[in-house]
Each structure stands twice: as structure tokens, then as C-alpha cells.
């Protein structure tokens, strides 16, 4: 049974930090591209950040650049998420994914977290 599931959320002031992880079971991932998207109430589900199968390559989102930092431990089929100088907008839903190749539409991706939760004050 494959499965996805994240933890690290939390409650954070406005300027904190909070470390994401995704743990891998199931199947290996070490050859699938791993996103993070984010959902917040009465939005559609958006692209957070994502990383190539070796970890080489990282790509964010405009809204997070410089201040999220994405990377995996493909040997513990584990993903990351440091996330610094959080914003009252960065409060969502995170949800990590997996593919083998990458896409922006979620509905493409066969894995899904149950997701965990960031709530960010002011």
C-alpha cells in the first residue's frame, strides 16, 4: 500500500519557522519528482515547491522564493520542507505528492498526504 504522510505543521507567529516532513511507504520514490502544494480555506489546492528524483534540482513557487528550502533523503524515502519568515498567507493545508514526471495539475498525482496544517499569526 503506498502512502504519504506529512508532518511538522503547526501554530507559528508571523516571522517563525516550521520544518514540513513527508514520509514514503510502499514503493520506493527515488526516481518520482516530489511536490509540495498547500490548500487554504475556499482555494484551490497550489504549487508549493518541488524536487527532481536526485535532489539536484529545486523549483518554488514565486510567493515562497527565498524563504522555503525543499529537499528529500531518498534513502529514507523521506521530503522536506523548511519553511522560514513565514506570512500569515503562507497559512494552508501542505500536502505532499509524488510522479514520476512533474505536472501543476494536482489532480495528476496518483499520491497524496492526509496533509498537515500551518497556521500562521500575525
Known amino acids: 500500500q503506498v502512502r504519504l504522510e506529512e508532518s511538522g505543521g503547526g501554530l507559528v507567529q508571523a516571522g517563525g519557522s516550521l520544518r514540513l516532513s513527508c514520509a514514503a511507504s510502499?514503493?520506493?520514490?527515488?526516481?518520482?519528482?516530489m511536490v509540495w502544494f498547500r490548500q487554504a480555506p475556499g482555494k484551490e489546492r497550489e504549487y508549493v515547491a518541488r524536487i527532481s528524483w536526485s535532489g539536484a534540482m529545486t523549483y518554488y513557487a514565486d510567493s515562497v522564493k527565498g524563504r522555503f528550502t525543499v529537499s528529500r533523503d531518498n534513502a529514507k524515502n523521506m521530503l522536506f520542507l523548511q519553511m522560514n519568515s513565514l506570512k500569515p498567507e503562507d497559512t494552508a493545508v501542505y500536502f505532499c505528492?509524488?510522479?514520476?514526471?512533474?505536472?501543476?495539475?494536482?489532480?495528476?498525482?496518483?499520491?497524496w498526504g492526509q496533509g498537515t496544517q500551518v497556521t500562521v499569526s500575525s
Open positions: 505528492a509524488a510522479r514520476e514526471v512533474y505536472s501543476t495539475n494536482p489532480d495528476d498525482y496518483p499520491y
Open positions: 510502499g514503493r520506493t520514490f527515488s526516481k518520482d519528482v
